[in-house]
């Protein structure tokens, strides 16, 4: 079982940056892939980023690349998602989620924290 923590959304005007933390606990976490998703009001939920914790290889959304960065503590068991150059179409709930490595969905969420910004 992996329980994921989100932190560090927040309200920030157009340009701006955030960087939101999700904290994961469990074991064998070096056979999960990690990835942030976010979903707007009246919108489905969509992939941002992703990155395994025994890899650098990182993957982004067409939307995101180049203003985001996904990244990972191991020794602190943290992955971060920094927000660089936000639009207004970027406020969103932004969820961390877990799957096994080889799985094709994601089954581990943590609550999501609140992405705002303004223009």
């Known amino acids: 079982q992996v329980q994921l923590v989100e932190s560090g959304g927040g309200l920030v005007q157009a340009g701006g940056s955030l960087r939101l933390s999700c904290v994961a606990s469990?074991?064998?976490?070096?056979?999960?892939?990690m990835g942030w998703f976010r979903q707007a009001p009246g919108k489905e939920r969509e992939f941002v980023a992703a990155v395994r914790w025994s890899s650098d290889s990182a993957y982004y959304a067409d939307s995101v690349k180049g203003r985001f960065t996904i990244s990972r503590d191991n020794a602190k068991n943290t992955v971060y998602l920094q927000m660089n150059s936000l639009k207004p179409e970027d406020t969103a709930v932004y969820y961390c989620?877990?799957?096994?490595?080889?799985?094709?969905?994601?089954?581990?969420w943590g609550q999501g924290t609140q992405v705002t910004v303004s223009s």
């Open positions: 989620a877990a799957r096994i490595i080889g799985m094709a969905t994601y089954d581990h």
């Open positions: 469990g074991r064998t976490l070096s056979s999960y892939a």
